[in-house]
């Protein structure tokens, strides 16, 4: 990273003047209107556990809340009026890649929020089938015939908030396949007594692009509800991408996270393949078919800390496919990033986190390969900073050449441990608080 010239006593850190006045602003209004925080990124993002055996099953880390994202949210909550009022739980990060949550018969914990009823209960097997190469990560079920909801065995999914103070819970969804139009039921009770119909699920963008849409599953006093989802009308109706929990109506800060691991900054913002096809517009740009900034939270944030690019270097650049970004492809991802996200937000602040990648030879631990290609991907995030005037946090420069020492990484995993994240979270938190 070219060296970061009057800042000798924050290392790792390029903050160019103006490149927060975006989120500056959202939280000097945030006693009234939420400031939107968002993160794009892959498994260090998701918050997956650095284990020297490569098991990460056996590290008893929670991936939401001890990853660098669940740290900055509680380090900034405390900082912003009213706290974190509104947070978005993918499926992805928040379930399918998190062997600590995944239980699908023995109830909810705040570290299992949402649960498939996925053939244990009832004897139902609702065959789901989940997209693995978007970061809007979705589930639809395949069950022919359709299942009806007459008791408490055949819901189809049930999430339950992490917090005792919601106030309403959104199904975030599509019918992406396009192949019925059709319903679903929702209710708060898993034996459907009181369930409640939705309206039609429309079908007109599906030819041409991606189009999501919320529903108000639940809504009431301050407490912790269980929602339950079931009985879509026709095979592949439903296709769930999360909920939002709102806390509070209005003010505070609203995170979310679209963590995909094992994936790349070259698949983000590919045009051609994956779910939904152009990621950067529909997630950055909140694009909705027709505006940008048009689907909302959590797409188009006031500010978004963007962190891809491990996968594109572990990766030998010469892979086919294009699935893997050398620093010259990452560098135009990087920019159509700023450009989708200033055109659904014109102050958009925009961070590029550079994750801790061990340095080639005189690192005290190993991890990730192609260890000395690292360097041409910061630089290209200096330059995209440097033209659109964004934020770069290097790790490497905060960190040094001893994260094993330091606690920050394991002896052979690229993931950081807890204080490896705590370090990540609270560098962040220098930069954004």
């Not at 056996?58 to 939401?64: G, H, R």
């Not at 969804?173 to 898993?190: D, E, H, M, V």
């Not at 003010?251 to 995909?260: C, K, Q, V």
Request: with cysteine.
């Amino acid at each position: 990273m070219p060296a970061i010239v009057g800042r000798p006593t924050r290392p790792g850190i390029y903050l160019p003047d103006g490149a927060l006045d975006g989120w500056e602003a959202a939280k000097n209004d945030a006693a009234t209107t939420a400031a939107e925080l968002g993160f794009v990124g892959d498994s260090v993002t998701s918050g997956q556990p650095g284990n020297s055996d490569g098991d990460a099953s056996d590290n008893p880390q929670d991936w939401l809340n001890d990853s660098y994202y669940g740290q900055a949210r509680d380090l900034l909550a405390a900082r912003i009026p009213h706290g974190l009022t509104a947070e978005f739980f993918g499926l992805n990060e928040s379930l399918l890649r998190n062997v600590n949550y995944h239980d699908g018969t023995a109830g909810n914990t705040p570290h299992a929020p949402l649960v498939y009823n996925d053939g244990v209960l009832g004897g139902h097997d609702h065959q789901w089938a989940v997209n693995r190469n978007g970061w809007w990560f979705y589930a639809t079920a395949l069950e022919s015939p359709v299942v009806p909801w007459t008791n408490a065995n055949t819901w189809m999914v049930k999430f339950t908030p992490p917090y005792d103070d919601a106030i309403k819970v959104e199904a975030i969804y599509a019918n992406y396949f396009g192949t019925n139009n059709g319903t679903f039921y929702y209710g708060s009770s898993a034996d459907g007594s009181g369930k409640l119909q939705t309206a039609p699920i429309p079908l007109a963008l599906l030819s041409t692009g991606y189009e999501t849409h919320r529903l108000a599953v639940w809504e009431g006093s301050a407490s912790r509800p269980t929602v339950y989802l079931g009985q879509q009308s026709a095979v592949q109706t439903l296709g769930l991408l999360g909920f939002v929990v709102y806390r509070r109506a209005d003010g505070g800060l609203r995170t979310f996270r679209h963590a995909f691991t094992g994936n790349t900054a070259a698949q983000f913002g590919s045009r051609t393949t994956g779910v939904p096809t152009d990621r950067i517009k529909a997630i950055v740009g909140g694009f909705d078919g027709t505006d940008y900034g048009g689907t909302g939270f959590p797409t188009a944030p006031h500010c978004l800390v963007f962190a891809l690019g491990i996968n594109d270097c572990n990766r030998t650049l010469s892979e086919d496919g294009g699935e893997n970004a050398d620093p010259w492809h990452y560098e135009q991802v990087l920019r159509a990033t700023v450009e989708a996200g200033r055109r659904a937000r014109p102050d958009m602040s925009i961070v590029f986190l550079m994750p801790y990648y061990p340095p080639q030879d005189y690192c005290d631990t190993t991890g990730f390969s192609q260890n000395d290609s690292w360097e041409p991907y910061v630089a290209a995030a200096m330059r995209v900073a440097q033209e659109y005037g964004c934020v770069v946090v290097s790790m490497n420069e905060r960190v040094g050449s001893t994260p094993l020492a330091q606690g920050f990484l394991a002896a052979t995993d690229g993931h950081p441990v807890t204080e490896g994240y705590r370090v990540m979270a609270e560098t962040l938190v220098e930069v954004l608080g």
